[in-house]
């Protein structure tokens, strides 16, 4: 059985920084690609980051660019989400979520964390 | 960016009813759309993928369809634990973008 578990989240000020990180099991690991994903109290889905499997390509949305890096050692199992200069928008639940494959193309995540919470506040 | 609008965004329902939420794509997206259930207080559970394809372990009474950029899940008889809130998502270009979501209710 596929499992990811993340840890890292807490409460930090405006401007601080903080590391995520999910540990997947029952998976070959490095043949997926991973996202995180958030959503802010009462609000829907949003899309945080990408890694491909191997860790070669990583994907952000304008919103999050150079703030947001993530990361993966296939070694461990691990995917990491390094947040730097939060803001109080930041604050939201954040999911690490296993990418499924349909023809070649991304179809879907399969898997997903049980989310860990990040409140940024002052 | 690739736009997802989802509708309705709340629908209330009789248990037994056929239930039908659309998803529309603002450009061509393939088959790349997926559909997730969420519950509160837990994380999205997949339903469908690849636009059609029955999530294993996802009871047969949901559905999903495409039409062009037109997607569309489909509850064929509702059950109380349908009840939820579900989400689309496409996943064909980055940045990869979800719908607003369609909050279920019983009447």
């Known amino acids: 059985e596929v499992q990811l578990l993340e840890s890292g989240g807490g409460l930090l000020q405006p401007g601080g920084s903080l590391r995520l990180s999910c540990t997947a099991s029952?998976?070959?690991?490095?043949?997926?690609?991973m996202l995180w994903v958030r959503q802010a109290p009462g609000k829907g889905l949003e899309w945080v980051s990408g890694?491909?499997?191997?860790?070669?390509?990583?994907h952000y949305p304008d919103s999050m660019e150079g703030r947001f890096t993530i990361s993966r050692d296939n070694s461990k199992n691990t995917v990491y989400l390094q947040m730097n200069s939060l803001r109080v928008e930041d604050t939201a639940v954040y999911y690490c979520?296993?990418?499924?494959?349909?023809?070649?193309?991304?179809?879907?995540?399969?898997?997903w964390g049980q989310g860990t919470l990040v409140t940024v506040s002052s | 960016d690739i736009q997802l609008t989802q509708s309705p965004s709340f629908l209330s329902a009789s248990v037994g009813d056929r239930v039908t939420i659309t998803c529309r794509a603002s450009?061509?997206?393939?088959?790349?759309l997926a559909w997730y259930q969420q519950k509160p207080g837990k994380a999205p559970k997949l339903l469908i993928y690849?636009?059609?394809t029955l999530q294993s372990g996802v009871p047969s009474r949901f559905s999903g369809s495409a039409s062009g950029t037109e997607f569309t899940l489909t509850i064929s008889g509702l059950q109380p634990e349908d009840i939820a809130t579900y989400f689309c998502?496409?996943?064909?270009?980055?940045?990869?973008?979800f719908g607003q979501g369609t909050r279920l209710e019983t009447k």
């Open positions: 890694i491909s499997g191997s860790g070669a390509n990583t």
């Open positions: 979520a296993k990418l499924c494959y349909s023809s070649g193309y991304r179809a879907g995540v399969d898997y």
């Open positions: 450009q061509g997206i393939r088959s790349s």
């Open positions: 998502q496409q996943l064909d270009s980055f940045p990869i973008t």
């Open positions: 029952g998976v070959t690991f490095s043949d997926y690609g």
């Open positions: 690849a636009a059609s």
